[in-house]
């Protein structure tokens, strides 16, 4: 049974099997919303190592390194959608391969921000790279294929699924990502798991910039540790989140951005951590966190005090799902922090498009009314208002989501 020690950010079950080492990274980016800069565009394509900083040594010691490529890498049309469109241009490239990933993760809310002719440009680009990719694809099958691996001499099994964004989640003859579907990623789990010795689950969901998950992430995370995953990574949020060991799975809620600058002095928007899992063909036997700073020219892996800090925060965030505490205590937090500040930020966002972009305000409406983190933040929240429940939230959790929201660097 894996045993975390929250001072030093990693876990063991103390066997002291023999293990190799997989690293996994969360969203990598290049180019964010064009109109508004790309802190990160000049850097990658500049500094294509450098940026990586500290991390480079901690990904070339891994045996397998997984990424979130969270953007399109070629494209010429973006789509009509709700947020940012996110891109990797061909000088970019350098950087993409300096990192040594041999896997990405596609499935993500970006990876189609091209449409289908540029993610299957992007999907060629990276397969020439020797990058292999699992999660989105030309149809629900693709999207759906788990990755197999060998991990010197292990079978290591990927799957990958996330919330469909503007609707872009694959169908039977539909390019798309593997959407929202836990019932199909547990089945997929059981399918995977009698050909291989590792199994391991990277979804990609959960209401941004919070610092505590929101229920449908537990409920779904929990759901699938049910059917014995080794390990269960998630990335979307934007800022380290918690983890947690369930049913003897461990569960990382939100890793944070990896190679991606949100162009904001928010420290928890600023940060994040690789996972470090060691694996032998009978599962997981410990992992690392590894947090660093997204800082100007690059990721800075954390020292000293700041290291400490970190794990600090890591422990506190993960407070709800310690022996004895309600699980949703913590999101009960980041709804009452949010009723009492940004009630109705959802919907004043889309009124200001109506007049000067009406298009753009349909795309982000329809993602209001059909996004699961939209919904599964906006449901809640105005139902526990209603029935005069939103104060029963405990004053830690608010206060740590108010951290996550307000605390500058
Ligand atoms: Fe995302």
Not at 31 to 58: F, H, I, N
Not at 272 to 291: N, S
């Amino acid at each position: 049974m894996l045993k975390i020690d929250w001072d030093h950010g990693c876990a063991s079950d103390g066997s002291g099997a023999e293990c190799k080492r997989i690293v996994i990274a969360g969203d990598w980016v290049p180019c964010w919303d064009v109109q508004k800069g790309s802190p990160y565009d000049r850097v990658m394509a500049e500094r294509p190592e450098a940026c990586y900083g500290g991390t480079l040594d901690l990904l070339r010691g891994a045996d397998l390194r997984i990424v979130n490529l969270e953007c399109a890498v070629e494209g010429e049309k973006p789509v009509i959608k709700s947020g940012p469109h996110l891109c990797a241009c061909e000088r970019h490239l350098p950087c993409l391969e300096a990192g040594c990933f041999e896997v990405a993760s596609l499935a993500n809310n970006h990876v189609f921000d091209y449409g289908a002719e540029g993610f299957r440009k992007s999907r060629d680009i990276i397969e020439s790279l020797g990058i292999r990719h699992y999660g989105a694809g030309m149809d629900d099958d693709e999207a759906w294929r788990p990755l197999v691996c060998d991990v010197g001499g292990i079978r290591l099994g990927l799957i990958g699924f996330t919330e469909g964004h503007d609707l872009s989640a694959a169908a039977p003859g539909k390019p798309g990502v593997a959407g929202w579907d836990v019932a199909r990623a547990r089945a997929a789990i059981r399918e995977l798991k009698k050909s291989c010795d590792v199994v391991i689950v990277t979804p990609h969901g959960g209401i941004e910039f919070a610092a505590h998950p929101s229920k449908y992430c537990i409920d779904a995370f929990r759901e699938l540790a049910a059917e014995h995953p080794d390990a269960i990574v998630a990335h979307h949020a934007h800022v380290p989140q918690a983890i947690e060991i369930y049913d003897g799975v461990p569960i990382f809620y939100g890793l944070g951005n990896f190679l991606f600058h949100l162009g904001t002095p928010l420290h928890w928007r600023r940060h994040g951590f690789l996972v470090e899992l060691e694996i032998a063909r009978d599962g997981v036997h410990g992992f690392k966190m590894h947090p660093f700073f997204i800082g100007h020219d690059g990721l800075e892996v954390l020292e000293g005090e700041k290291r400490a800090g970190f794990f600090g925060t890591i422990r506190r965030v993960s407070r709800p799902f310690a022996p004895g505490e309600e699980p949703y205590s913590g999101f009960y937090g980041t709804l009452k922090y949010r009723w009492q500040n940004i009630p109705f930020s959802q919907f004043t966002a889309v009124a200001k498009f109506f007049e000067s972009d009406p298009v753009k305000a349909a795309a982000m409406l329809r993602s209001r009314l059909t996004t699961l983190q939209n919904i599964g933040l906006n449901v809640p929240m105005y139902d526990r208002v209603a029935r005069g429940i939103i104060d029963d939230a405990p004053d830690w959790a608010v206060e740590m989501e108010r951290e996550y929201m307000t605390r500058e660097l």
